[in-house]
């Protein structure tokens, strides 16, 4: 069974950092490129980043550019998400999710809440 | 950037009806088009992709079409678990984009 669990989120303040991790599990995850979505409370879904199977290329929504990292650990079949300069507007339940080679995606993680206030 | 359009933002169905859900991308796709549903506190989930293949375990009350730029999900007879949100979203370039929603709503 495909899992997708992340973890890292929290309260941070203005200009902060935080680290999301995605732990998976019940698939080859060297196999799949991944990406982060986020949703703000009581908002519509937003894409965040994307990462190939291997890590050569990565894709940011231009709000984030700069400021987060998107990068992925094969071996530990891990995908993170280093958040950096955080601002309110990037409050938001983020998610870690699996993508077909053609760019669909099918599996979904839980989500993680990231608060970012004083 | 692709910019997606959903309509409606809200719709009110009884049991049983007929629901159609409308989404148009800015400019062509082709057919790198998802629906997922979504409910309260949950994850999305994906209904359907490239337009119109429905994704496995799915209910086939559920169907997808179109191209270019306009796209359509029906649900054939509306059931008691598909009240939800609904969102399109298009993979044809990044950045990778989301209609604004549909929230399905018992009239």
């Known amino acids: 069974e495909v899992q997708l669990v992340e973890s890292g989120g929290g309260l941070v303040q203005p200009g902060g950092s935080l680290k999301l991790s995605c732990a998976a599990s019940?698939?080859?995850?060297?196999?799949?490129?991944m990406k982060w979505v986020r949703q703000a409370p009581g908002k519509g879904l937003e894409w965040v980043a994307s990462?190939?199977?291997?890590?050569?290329?990565?894709y940011y929504v231009d709000s984030v550019k700069g400021r987060f990292t998107i990068s992925r650990e094969n071996a530990k079949n891990s995908l993170h998400l280093q958040m950096n300069s955080l601002r309110a507007e990037d409050t938001a339940v983020y998610y870690c999710?699996?993508?077909?080679?053609?760019?669909?995606?099918?599996?979904w993680g839980q989500g993680t809440l990231v608060t970012v206030s004083s | 950037d692709i910019q997606m359009t959903q309509s409606p933002s809200t719709l009110s169905a009884s049991v049983g009806d007929r629901v159609t859900i409308t989404c148009r991308a800015s400019?062509?796709?082709?057919?790198?088009l998802a629906w997922y549903q979504q409910k309260p506190g949950k994850a999305p989930n994906l209904l359907i992709y490239?337009?119109?293949s429905l994704q496995s375990g799915v209910p086939s009350r559920f169907s997808g079409s179109g191209s270019g730029t306009e796209f359509t999900l029906t649900i054939s007879s509306l059931q008691p678990d598909d009240f939800a949100s609904y969102y399109c979203?298009?993979?044809?370039?990044?950045?990778?984009?989301f209609g604004g929603g549909t929230k399905v709503e018992i009239k």
């Open positions: 999710a699996r993508l077909w080679s053609d760019g669909t995606t099918d599996h």
């Open positions: 019940g698939f080859s995850f060297n196999s799949y490129p």
């Open positions: 990462i190939k199977r291997d890590g050569s290329e990565k």
């Open positions: 400019q062509s796709i082709s057919n790198w």
């Open positions: 490239k337009a119109s």
């Open positions: 979203q298009q993979y044809n370039s990044y950045p990778l984009t």
